[in-house]
């Protein structure tokens, strides 16, 4: 059974790490080229990395929701549910606001539906405001499964 509980572990940490990992690397990477995106390359610079990475977390993340309550489930009655509850309040609000805000937006962006490339830059700045919500609660998320680790491990003491 322990060995159970690792791989769901070591699944959730998965996750959380590819989606803080995306978050990262689009705010600090990403966002700064694309305040010049026009209509001409949005789909090259916009399109085609959202619709990759929504397929992506489209696999890898509803069963982060069974993961996160597993997780829930077995640090029950331990200082250690604080972290395992952000884990699973962390995805549930990640994905609220991903499918829930960021996709419609999505889908209007590389639809082209906006007027112009002032619009366009608008649609992104709004997405990216967005993305930073995301931005906060994935590197919360990840924190909290490094908090679960460590204490589960007593990875802490070790090293004292």
């Not at 509850?85 to 590389?110: D, E, S, Y």
Request: with cysteine.
């Amino acid at each position: 059974m322990n060995w159970l509980l690792l791989l769901n572990l070591l699944y959730f940490l998965f996750g959380a790490t590819m989606y803080v990992g995306t978050m990262w690397v689009l705010k600090w990477f990403l966002y700064p080229t694309w305040e010049s995106l026009e209509r001409g390359n949005v789909d090259m610079h916009f399109g085609i990395p959202t619709r990759q990475a929504t397929k992506f977390f489209t696999v890898v993340v509803p069963p982060m929701f069974i993961s996160g309550a597993i997780l829930v489930w077995s640090e029950w009655g331990s200082i250690r549910l604080i972290p395992a509850a952000i884990c699973l309040l962390g995805i549930i609000t990640l994905t609220l606001v991903g499918q829930g805000i960021i996709i419609p937006i999505n889908v209007r962006i590389r639809g082209g539906d906006f007027k112009d490339d002032a619009e366009l830059r608008a649609l992104l700045r709004r997405w990216m405001f967005l993305n930073d919500i995301r931005f906060y609660v994935s590197t919360l998320v990840w924190l909290a499964m490094l908090w679960l680790i460590v204490d589960r491990g007593r990875l802490l003491e070790s090293y004292l």
